[in-house]
């Protein structure tokens, strides 16, 4: 009977609590949740939360204290300016599973979202496309003979045609109407590792890095389907990270080496070839006397809010940063001033950990791969979990879709998840008319 009381005052003591701080979508919630009458708000007896809670911390302030500094694994983290658009997590949202039609049974190697279509690039050397319903389209790709595995891969935006790279170092160019390469040009004297594809104005350019210790840029010309070589700078060790953008009508290109804890931004003339220059470095480190204190795993550029966000090699746990990247600068730096976040994350990791980052729709958090699943981030709180959600296993693979909110992973073992990202039932107040459902946000 006691339990039972208390029970309900504790109710009762909360929903008051909503009430008076305006929390009335929360509110409303609450009640239906607790089934809790809306007479019990009118109760003028009892005291409020803050007062029991003052209470309680003045009778253990220490314990009390140890406890709220636990919740966080990050000290309390100073506010960055608005502009600059730091993700913060949507917790209204949630995975809807989805099914593929026609089950991928070899091991994911790539995986790409394009306007219109989900492309798997599997161990048995082909490539598989999905529509949004995700029924397959077409009988496999397969690339041209010697190319082995087709990774990267890559949509070149809506013109039809995508790319997959060998690992002989060649470019294999696509059509949706052909089931085989229209077009091969060798890139890299060695595997291409990384890639990144930038439209500038009427032109496509591909970015690319491999184990031949090179960055170099192409020009794809659509019109013949032809690539030809732009320019290319020696790396002094093996690229690890690799982003691009187009800014008025030139080319930046941000790229980490191994053992380097520098951010480099090239700046590529987009009209006369063989023009590449480096335009500044970004120091993730405070310490000035090394340039190696940790590695670079991952990158994702948001570039519309001059930010780019740095997964590190931290082991026993990995660190997630913001960092600053301006369009215009003085000098070459290396600049020590640009890292707006440096916040440890919950995502396990060891030696040969590689996490993947990936950016939901709207900036509506982060999200990283692992060696036992994925995690969510929520970079403007500070915070970090483990999305049950999702198969708690290695991840290979990870992409997601920048049209309809589709997230697709693929795991060590040959499985593969999809899920559309939807909105929670969750009950608007009772003024504004309106429920929100189990919403997809697939257009």
């Not at 253990?60 to 993700?87: C, F, T, W």
Request: aromatic share 8%.
């Amino acid at each position: 009977m006691q339990d039972e009381v208390g029970t309900e005052y504790a109710k009762v003591v909360v929903a008051k609590y909503l009430e008076s701080h305006g929390y009335q979508d929360s509110l409303v919630s609450f009640l239906r949740e607790a089934d809790l009458p809306r007479r019990s708000l009118l109760q003028k007896d009892g005291e409020s939360l803050e007062t029991i809670l003052d209470e309680r911390i003045k009778f253990a302030e220490h314990s009390v204290a140890q406890s709220i500094q636990d919740m966080n694994l990050n000290d309390r983290l100073e506010s960055v300016d608005e502009k600059y658009g730091i993700p913060s997590w949507d917790h209204a949202m949630e995975f809807k599973r989805l099914e593929l039609h026609d089950t991928v049974k070899d091991l994911v190697v790539d995986v790409k979202f394009g306007p219109n279509q989900l492309l798997f690039s599997t161990s048995s050397k082909e490539v598989r496309m999905y529509d949004f319903d995700l029924n397959m389209f077409k009988k496999p790709f397969k690339g041209s003979k010697g190319t082995g595995l087709l990774k990267p891969c890559g949509f070149l935006g809506e013109t039809g045609y995508f790319y997959c790279c060998g690992l002989d170092g060649s470019l294999n160019l696509f059509g949706m109407a052909s089931d085989t390469a229209l077009y091969t040009y060798k890139i890299h004297g060695r595997m291409v590792t990384h890639t990144d594809i930038c439209p500038v104005g009427k032109s496509w350019f591909i970015v690319s890095s491999g184990l031949d210790n090179h960055l170099k840029v192409h020009l794809i010309e659509l019109q013949t389907l032809q690539v030809r070589p732009w320019c290319e700078v020696k790396l002094a060790s093996a690229c690890t990270a690799l982003q691009s953008c187009s800014d008025q009508g030139q080319l930046l290109v941000f790229l980490a080496r191994n053992e380097h804890t520098h951010i480099t931004c090239y700046q590529v003339d987009t009209v006369q070839p063989r023009s590449i220059t480096q335009k500044y470095q970004l120091a993730l480190n405070g310490a000035q006397f090394t340039v190696h204190a940790f590695g670079i795993r991952d990158m994702k550029l948001l570039p519309e809010q001059e930010l780019l966000l740095v997964a590190t090699s931290h082991i026993p746990y990995m660190r997630l940063l913001a960092v600053h990247v301006p369009r215009h600068v003085e000098g070459q730096g290396p600049f020590y001033d640009k890292v707006l976040r440096n916040m440890i994350t919950e995502v396990p990791q060891d030696d040969y950990s590689q996490p993947l980052l990936g950016v939901l729709s709207g900036r509506s958090g982060i999200i990283v791969s692992s060696n036992s699943g994925v995690y969510a981030i929520d970079i403007r709180k500070g915070d970090s979990w483990l999305l049950e959600e999702c198969p708690q296993k290695r991840v290979k693979c990870l992409a997601i879709s920048n049209s309809n909110d589709m997230v697709a992973i693929s795991y060590a073992d040959k499985t593969v998840y999809l899920s559309s990202l939807c909105l929670k039932n969750l009950v608007v107040s009772e003024g504004s008319g309106k429920r929100l459902a189990s919403k997809p946000h697939i257009k």
